[in-house]
């Protein structure tokens, strides 16, 4: 399994597959490179290239101090060094587009573009509560069957989902164990929250500016409770030329498989060639 040692000595997991275009993808707070799976087969032409953060997936645990959106940028940096590449399209999912723009800030000569999976400058507090209320903590289910018949029952901001879609993605986000199911996380994680609820919220603006002259495109879920249409709208008029999908239900976060996301990922990756 491929893998590389951070600054600080913490040993990464990373894949690399195919040829062409460099396409690194970068998941969410606490999943993996597996998020990718559904869309990979649609990236047609790309070399697609996907990081497992620190704390998550096959890479080591770390100091919770160090699950930063900074420190994460700095290991993507090294990753992009370790694998001789100069510059890379990113195709971030919620916390990974937000590294994107933690990238267009310090390091925009790195990029070619960035696609954006349901995120965006502004992020909606009502999603935020839904997230630190789940993370670092085990699944009341057993089994990979019974946790995906409950996702399917709970997660109603989704929609036309098929039993093995709920399947896959519980088996990528949990371990089954004689025990029942536990995280492919660090539970520490859960951190972060405790650490920076009572920080002000930055303003995150100025690094979505920063991604002027890169081609940039923005997938929603249109049910999503963490990137409100309203954001998505004033994203659209800061970046008349953005490629722009809002999909039906969906919610945070789009499988990306989609048929509009397909078009609109398609799209971008044609301006970069």
């Known amino acids: 399994m491929p893998d590389y040692s951070a600054a600080d000595g913490t040993r990464l997991h990373y894949s690399d597959d195919g040829t062409g275009l460099p396409v690194l993808c970068l998941a969410g707070l606490t999943r993996n490179g597996a998020d990718f799976d559904h869309v990979a087969p649609h990236l047609k032409g790309t070399r697609l290239i996907r ?3 620190r704390g998550r997936g096959k890479s080591d645990w770390a100091d919770p101090a160090t699950y930063t959106i900074p420190q994460e940028a700095q290991d993507v940096l090294g990753l992009l060094d370790h694998l001789g590449l100069k510059r890379v399209a990113i195709l971030g999912t919620s916390r990974g587009g937000l590294i994107a723009m933690t990238l267009a800030a310090i390091a925009q000569e790195r990029l070619l573009g960035v696609a954006l999976n349901d995120i965006g400058p502004v992020i909606e507090s009502k999603g935020l509560s839904i997230i630190s209320g789940y993370v670092g903590q085990r699944p009341k289910e ?10 399917a029952n709970l997660w109603t ?21 004689d025990d029942g199911l536990d995280l492919r996380y660090d539970p520490r994680l859960a951190e972060i929250f405790k650490n920076g609820g009572a920080q002000p919220v930055p303003d995150l603006w100025p690094l979505f500016d920063g991604f002027e002259g890169l081609p940039l495109a923005l997938i929603r879920g249109a049910n999503s409770d963490l990137l409100s249409k309203d954001t998505a709208d004033e994203m659209s008029r800061r970046r008349p030329d953005m490629i722009r999908a809002d999909i039906p239900d969906r919610g945070h976060v789009p499988f990306l498989d989609e048929p509009a996301a397909v078009a609109a990922l398609t799209q971008w990756l044609e301006a970069m060639q």
């Open 142 to 151: 057993k089994t990979y069957e019974e946790a995906a018949r409950n996702r």
């Open 157 to 177: 901001h989704f929609a036309d989902v098929p039993h093995q879609r709920w399947l896959a993605e519980v088996q990528a986000h949990y371990v089954e164990t």
């Open 51 to 53: 990081l497992d953060y």
